[in-house]
């Protein structure tokens, strides 16, 4: 399986393979893996969906949608695999939502249908993270519900599509402190991926790097200050993120 991920290591940027005894550097430098900060494997825009399960509509009380909800995410929102994200003080309710993301291999506009796959560079995970108590209505994911800075873990790597048998066919997985919370399967989407390639490269140009965060099944729930939030998805791997105040977020970041 090949496995692509973006790197720190001794203050220097890497593109490097994932491999068994370590991360292979394009210099051929192998780089402990537990020794790096890992970075979003890509930064271009992300489209994301909003209410792409029909189990997740239903437990917000809200009816599937006829047509894709898609709200955009810019590169200032990310961040990496094992890195912190922040819990606004005095909100009532942010959840976790594990995500196939599909990662955009070449540029993409006005794709039919049937030949969609081939714009797929590869997938990676996404959390989208989301602050319910600036939701407005219906589906409205504002600035201050999806889009604050350092608050979409991405990664851990890049794996490319052709080790992906079958995207449409993956289970899902949240643990929140090693309690699993969260479970579905990418089959249960309502717009599957070739849909939304097609979709979405006749409303603009997908460009390479680009990404389409493709929804979250059913199974939220609130995360505090201190938790431990892994997401998994099959033949793709495992995030883990944690979560702290926001005093401590920018006190670190700023």
């Known amino acids: 399986m090949s496995k692509y991920a973006k790197v720190v290591y001794q203050d220097q940027i890497h593109s490097v393979e994932v491999q068994e005894q370590g991360l292979l550097t394009e210099q051929k430098q192998l780089l402990p893996a537990e020794a790096v900060t890992w970075l979003p494997p890509a930064s271009g825009m992300m489209y994301a969906l909003g209410l792409n399960y029909a189990d997740h509509a239903s437990e917000l009380d809200f009816k599937p949608p006829e047509k894709p909800l898609v709200f955009v995410k810019t590169h200032h929102t990310y961040t990496g695999h094992n890195s912190t ?24 506009k006005n794709v039919k249908r049937e030949n969609a796959m081939d714009y797929v560079a590869g997938y990676t995970l996404c959390n989208d993270y989301a602050i319910r108590d600036y939701l407005e209505n219906y589906y409205r994911p504002n600035l201050r519900v999806k889009n604050r800075v350092g608050t979409t873990p991405v ?5 490319d599509k052709e080790d992906v048998k079958d995207p449409m066919n993956l289970t899902l997985r949240t643990w929140v402190n090693g309690e699993l919370c969260q479970e579905g399967n990418t089959k249960d989407m309502i717009f599957d991926i070739a849909y939304l390639i097609e979709h979405l490269s006749h409303i603009t140009t ?11 099944p059913k199974g939220l729930a609130d995360v505090k200050v201190g938790d431990c939030v892994e997401i998994e998805i099959e033949q793709i791997g495992k995030l883990t993120n944690y979560i702290v105040s926001e005093t401590a977020f920018f006190a670190k970041n700023t």
């Open 85 to 108: 994200t922040w819990r606004p003080d005095h909100v009532e309710y942010m959840h976790y939502e594990c995500e196939l993301v599909v990662v955009i291999g070449k540029t993409a």
């Open 206 to 216: 997908l460009q390479p790097g680009d990404m389409i965060a493709t929804g979250t």
């Open 155 to 159: 990664g851990p790597w890049i794996v």
